[in-house]
Structures are given as C-alpha cells and as structure tokens.
C-alpha cells in the first residue's frame, strides 16, 4: 500500500513539475515573439549620407533664361517678371548670390526661332555656364496671337479647332529644343514654365482648356526622359484668377501679381 502510494505521488509531483516547466517554457517563448529583445550582435544599417542638392553645392547660383515673352516679362510693370522675381527669392531663401546671366528670351519668338537660336554658338556658351536654366514658349505656335480663335459676328465665339492642328507640329520641334539645351548643359537643373490657358473667360466649354493640357502633357513627358529637368504648371494659378493675373493691357501675358505666382511656384519647386 505505501508503495502504491509513492509511486503515485511520485507520478503526480512529476507531472506538477513538467507542467510549471512547460509554463515557463511557454511563456519565455511567447515573451520573446511578443516582446522580441534586439541582439548585442546585431549590426543596424547606418543611414547613407544625404547627397546635396545642386543649390546646396554651390557658392553662387548662375541663371540663364531663353523663350518668348514670358520669359521677356512682358505684361509687368516692374520689368522684373518670373525671372527677376526667381533671382531676388532664390538669393533671399539661399542666402548665397543669384545672377542672372543672359535673358535671351524675344517677344513673338515660336519654337523654330529658339531653335535656330540654340544652334548659335554664342547661345551654347551662354547656358554650358548656367545651374539653372528656364524657359517659355509654344504659346505663339498655338494661339499665334488669337489668329483664327474666334469667330461670329463680334469675334467673340472661341474657336478651337484654330489652335489643334498648330500643337503637334511644336512639340515635335520642343523635341529638339530640350534635345539641343541638354547637350549645352546636361548638367543644368532645366525649368520650363508650363503654358495657361489666356481665353478662358472666352471659352465657357473649356474646350481651349483640352488643348493646352494635351501641349503640357506632350512637354512633360519629353522632360521626364532627363533628371534634371522639370515642368512648371501654371493652368492652375490662372484657372480660378484669370483676370486677377492677366495684365489688363493684352489679355494675353500675365501682370505683376502673375508673374510673382510663377516665381513662387519655381522656388517651390528648386527647394
């Protein structure tokens, strides 16, 4: 009988003792899954260095600027439009001296112009020594100054089929163009100032609105092919503002407060 009984005595603080060990086993288990604790060993990723940015590595910032009238400021009071007015905030945000090397840009100008111009020598030198480059134009291969764009009794109805056929012509030669500013200055961070649409209020479909989105389009995805340049839009600054941003002596080019949107949109961008 006292045999009997140690046997199962025996028998049942075994199985008390495998039960406290399988717990304790259990919950050390479940600790280190729930509440895993790193390893002395363990070699964590160093974070790379951050590369500085082309504004950042340099001592003085140089700008080289080619298009049309845009780029020529017309429509600002103060001669300075985007241009100037990138300078002065590029200067004041970087602290460091912004110049304005060459504004190359001519009032009217279409893309076969700044073509021709880009193959001068004198144009080449002027943007291999820029870091940043901007520039204007389509806006006289589409709209050619509204020539055909309205039509009625009063010239007042917004003929688009006008400007359609006028857009694949220049982006092919917009090609060209960035094709012939990337090998002056493959470098050179490249800025090209998006178009609006100026005959907005004139268009109540929006139909214009369809075109000038097809001719950014075409742009942008020309830039995308080079890192270093990029696509300003502005149909949205002159969407909702038209008239508040349109110099009030053409209908056409922005005015001051315009200009100064641009600006503010580049730096944006630059930063």
């Known amino acids: 009988m006292r045999s ?14 495998t039960t406290i060990v399988f717990a304790v086993g259990f919950a050390y288990a479940a600790n280190q899954i729930w509440f895993p604790k790193a390893s002395g060993t363990l070699n964590l990723a160093t974070e ?5 940015t082309m504004i950042e590595s340099k001592a003085k910032l140089q700008i080289v600027a080619l298009g049309d009238s845009l780029t020529a400021g017309t429509g600002d009071n103060t001669g300075k439009g985007y241009v100037g007015r990138v300078r002065e905030k590029l200067e004041k945000e970087t602290g460091k001296p912004v110049f304005v090397l060459n504004n190359l840009a001519i009032p009217g100008y279409k893309s076969d112009q700044l073509l021709a111009d880009l193959a001068l020598k004198k144009t080449q030198d002027a943007l291999a020594q820029a870091d940043i480059i901007m520039l204007t134009i389509g ?3 589409i709209f050619a100054g509204g020539d055909g764009l ?11 089929e006008a400007a359609v056929g006028r857009v694949a012509p220049a ?15 493959p470098k050179a961070t490249v800025l090209y100032v998006g178009l609006y649409h100026p005959f907005l209020d004139l268009d109540p479909k929006k139909e214009g609105s369809l075109i000038v989105q097809r001719w950014n389009n075409g742009v942008f995805e020309m ?21 508040k941003y349109l110099s009030s002596a053409d209908h056409f080019h922005p005015n001051g407060d315009g200009y100064e949107r641009i600006a ?3 730096l944006q961008i630059l930063k």
Not at 48 to 52: I, S
Not at 171 to 185: F, H, T, V
């Open 4 to 17: 009997s009984r140690f046997i199962w005595g025996t028998i049942g603080l075994t199985a008390s003792i």
């Open 48 to 52: 790379a260095p951050k590369k500085e």
């Open 139 to 141: 806006g006289n291969d």
């Open 150 to 160: 309205f039509k009625g009794d009063n010239q007042t109805e917004f003929n688009p």
């Open 171 to 185: 982006l092919d030669k917009m090609e060209k163009i960035l094709q012939a500013i990337n090998k002056a200055n």
């Open 223 to 243: 830039m995308n092919r080079y890192p270093q340049m990029v696509i300003v839009p502005t149909y949205d600054l002159f969407e909702q503002n038209l008239i």
């Open 264 to 266: 503010d949109r580049i």
